[in-house]
């Protein structure tokens, strides 16, 4: 059970159980779905963008605690970001869940998404942890 | 009795681990694992025999062409049908559905009845066909309507295509009172045996359905083999499937005449190793013998269902009263994703998804299951770890 | 320099006896021997981490979901193809070739050009569509005549389906000319690569044809395999081949949407295994390397040519400038089944009969010829004792 | 070569080469096209019966040595016989190019036919054996 601690950590348990900025965004100027129909996984993404740079982003949603968690933990994150910024950080995300071993630099720059990292051990739940990413990549 | 043991014994994959943890395998109908004989009986082909069939004349190539047709004779005989003819290779039950589908002729305005239990394979072939598809209606505990089976019928319907054994709720179908009620309405019914090929003895016969589909893979045999049963008068009457090598009796540049069955639907080289590998599953099947395979499976159906409804917030769907071996479940809390990860971690292999039954995902108002499923070579002490599991799945979720 | 005797020592088979006697296997065009690599690849699977692929989320699906898509990759690279997106798996080139022909959209009137050496595999599945087939002609010598074919062409020719080799004449064909052509008329190509896949390097973007269709089973790997390639704008616009679990996004009980490329085309449990150690045999061809594949096999061909033109009575059908390793021939007053069974007595493996290419029997006037073809594992010494056991032949007619 | 000459004896290259009772049968009572699709070898009988008898029967066709021997062979033997006749015969003829080790006694009431014991070793050939039989079976 230690390692199985390691993939499912009180934050993303938590992040999981009451994602953080749930909910639709009246004011989004976009909005995007991302679906994976291989597990039912399913995330609609809103933003509000200003100036390129996303001043609000809400997203709903449904599925397992890992997207939902991932999900969640975007959006804290790449409120007040600009699009290259968050692209930076897509790199290091994506890098962390499908390649593992991340440098320590990018590891502090991903902060609380580093919680993820276990997921890199259970390949068919990259996609779970992706979808929101991919989903916003679409959006922006 | 069944020794267990000695059988896991012929399961090589059985001894291997997953994160290293003793694999416990319980996820067979999704696919079965392979006993030695159906791997051997592969390498064997390869090694000494390997050659096209029913085209060459010498002896490798008659060699081949004798034990794929060997399989043919044994499933034959396996399923009670009158004559080889009946017996059609494809690669898979999805494949022996779309050939139904595609060669018997259908027109707009048909309708075909099916149920919310069914497979997708089951479904989007005839929704491909642009028919109306009318649906059987299921009860809670997930038996099929058949009052409200009666009155769909009308003089649209064509077809009644039906799954002998769902592969979500684990519910055996009564198949022979739905063909006796479709043959009054002089309609035709498909029985999508998948599930059950491997688990009861299949009698085409007495079942009296005009089409049997099932595959090879989930029934200890190798994947890119299954079989479509059909009778001979219909199979006489569909238009030919692919058309290429072997299914032709005469080719000009301009036009064709078709082989006899069942060469009539098997156009190319087929998937000759698995063929005859599939005859090894199909012997290695009849020498455990279905009585005491259905007696070793419904005693861990009963074992699992016991210990799982233990399980706080635990929930079984699918209490049908003749049941597979079969146990889906939702737990309160928990994503069906997530405990299959958790079970994964843990070295056991289960199957967490809609199961290629998104409808039957809605009917039950959730948007994934957790499914458990067993093969005669699955014990009651792997349950107890998978029982175990799940608690550790909850402490964490807690 | 190829090391045959290490590369024999590859194919278990080959130590094979026929009648007792040592197995000479002349038959590769027909279907291929397969090396130890592939057959391993097999057995592996099935003993380590046979699990149903893309559904399941365990170590073991997951690994056989990656290595099954690996093949996808290695086969994308090995053909220059740009996308995975554009390979899809089939049972052969049979059902590549039908996957086509059913999903495009083709009306009664429209017209499709193919040629007079088309396997059957080429000619049935659009013959079955009702539509009109136009036919390049050949020479005498076994080529196309391409100015023949130009004038094919008017405003209702839809498609040009081409083998890229004769299985019976071992004719290359100019395919890159051919489509060059056909795109000039906006017409999309179909290429048969059954035959040339095995045997020389096949890159689609150089050819620039829209299709490209093989098997796995005459390219060293195992039976129940083949692919489509396809452009993936085509790809995009045709309608779903066969409907069930995988090829679908979401399923209602009245409908359903499909999956992206390639899972589109790609309806229920595939065959993985298969699938799987075929990536094993492109490894094995890759590792030989086509130079010397094709050195080798083209000095089989003109050494063997020789032997047989030095055999009375013996007549060799196809004398193409560009040739694979193929050699079909009649001989006078001998009829070619009696010649393969003469050679099946002597351990010698050669196909007789119309090779699934009727209309090219009466091209040629006969009713069914002989044929020899090589693969890498061939010796000129093998073609001594056919070259003598044609000459027994002669002696018992004599 | 020794036991292919088993297979290719004589009698069956002689009757292969020049096969008796060729050609169409103009007071024809009956006639029969058999086709083997797998090979190419084609048959077509003609029977002119009477009574419940073979009173002439003759053959066109082409095809491999065997399946042109057999069909002559089969010409030779039928002639003046009736339809339990050749059922017996068409019996026999097939256990021993099926089954083969006929007993002596049914080895001597085929005759000629013997010749085509052979072919039991070579499966393949089975058809090309016994196209002309089958063909006899139907057109009776
Ligand atoms: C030129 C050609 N096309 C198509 C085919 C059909 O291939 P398959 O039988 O593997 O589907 C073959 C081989 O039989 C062939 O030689
Ligand atoms: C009930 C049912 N029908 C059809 C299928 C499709 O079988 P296959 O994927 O072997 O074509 C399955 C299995 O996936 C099934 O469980």
Not at chain 1, 33 to 59: A, H, M, R, S, W
Not at chain 2, 1 to 10: G, Q, T, V
Not at chain 2, 63 to 86: C, G, P, V, W
Not at chain 2, 131 to 149: C, F, H, M, Q, T
């Amino acid at each position: 059970m230690s390692d199985l601690r390691e993939l499912y950590q009180e934050l993303i348990i938590d992040h999981g159980r009451h994602p953080r900025n749930f909910g639709k965004l009246n004011d989004a100027t976009c909005h995007k779905e991302g679906y994976n129909p291989l597990c039912g996984d399913k995330v609609t993404l809103y933003l509000l963008e200003k100036n390129g740079v996303v001043e609000k982003i809400q997203f709903e949603g449904s599925g397992c605690a890992i997207s939902m968690a991932s999900a969640s933990l975007l959006t804290e994150c790449l409120k007040g970001k600009t699009k290259p910024e968050f692209e930076e950080i897509f790199n290091a995300f994506h890098q962390l869940v499908t390649i593992g071993n991340l440098s320590e630099d990018l590891t502090l720059k991903l902060g609380k998404l580093a919680a993820l990292a276990g997921v890199f051990e259970y390949p068919a739940r990259v996609k779970c942890a992706t979808l929101a990413w991919h989903t916003m990549k679409e959006a922006l | 009795m069944l020794n267990i043991e000695k059988i896991r014994k012929d399961f090589p994959i059985l001894q291997c681990t997953m994160h290293g943890k003793p694999l416990i395998y319980l996820d067979s109908s999704n696919t079965s694992q392979k006993p030695n004989g159906v791997i051997d009986a592969i390498t064997h082909y390869y090694k000494n025999y390997n050659a096209n069939i029913h085209r060459s004349i010498y002896e490798l190539s008659a060699k081949a062409t004798h034990l794929y047709e060997k399989t043919r004779t044994n499933i034959k005989e396996f399923i009670n049908a009158k004559s080889t003819q009946e017996i059609i290779f494809t690669k898979g039950t999805t494949e022996a559905i779309n050939l139904v589908a595609s060669s018997l002729s259908f027109s707009e305005g048909d309708e075909i009845i099916v149920s919310t239990m069914e497979h997708h394979s089951n479904l989007v072939p005839w929704q491909k066909l642009g028919v109306k598809l009318r649906i059987i209606p299921i009860s809670d505990k997930g038996e099929l309507d058949l009052g409200a089976y009666q009155n769909l019928f009308n003089s649209h319907t064509k077809m009644v295509a039906i799954t002998h054994a769902s592969n979500v709720l684990g519910t055996i179908n009564p198949i022979k009172e739905i063909t006796k009620i479709a043959h009054q309405h002089q309609v035709a019914v498909l029985v999508d045996g998948a599930q059950a090929f491997p688990h009861l003895p299949v009698d085409v016969e007495d079942l009296d359905c005009d089409f049997y589909a099932f595959s090879s893979h989930k029934a200890y045999g190798p994947t890119g083999v299954g079989v479509l049963y059909g009778k001979k008068d219909l199979l006489e009457k569909m238009s030919p499937y692919q058309g290429g090598g072997n299914m032709i009796e005469r080719v000009s540049l301009t036009d064709f005449t078709c082989n006899q069955l069942p060469y009539k639907f098997e156009a190319g080289t087929p998937n000759i190793a698995d063929v005859i590998a599939f005859d090894a599953a199909i012997n290695y099947i009849k020498s455990i013998g279905f009585e005491n395979i259905m007696r070793h499976e419904q005693n861990l159906l009963h074992y699992a269902t016991e210990k799982l409804n233990n399980i706080d917030g635990l929930r079984i769907i699918g209490n049908a009263s003749k049941k597979l071996g079969v146990i889906s479940f939702v737990m309160k809390e928990i994503h069906p994703h997530d405990i299959g990860t958790i079970l994964d971690h843990e070295g056991i292999a289960v199957r967490a998804g809609h199961h290629c039954a998104m409808p039957l995902m809605e009917r039950f108002k959730v948007p994934a299951m957790v499914r458990v499923s067993f093969g005669i070579y699955n014990t009651e002490k792997e349950i107890d770890h998978l029982s175990l599991a799940l608690k550790t799945a909850e402490r964490i979720f807690a």
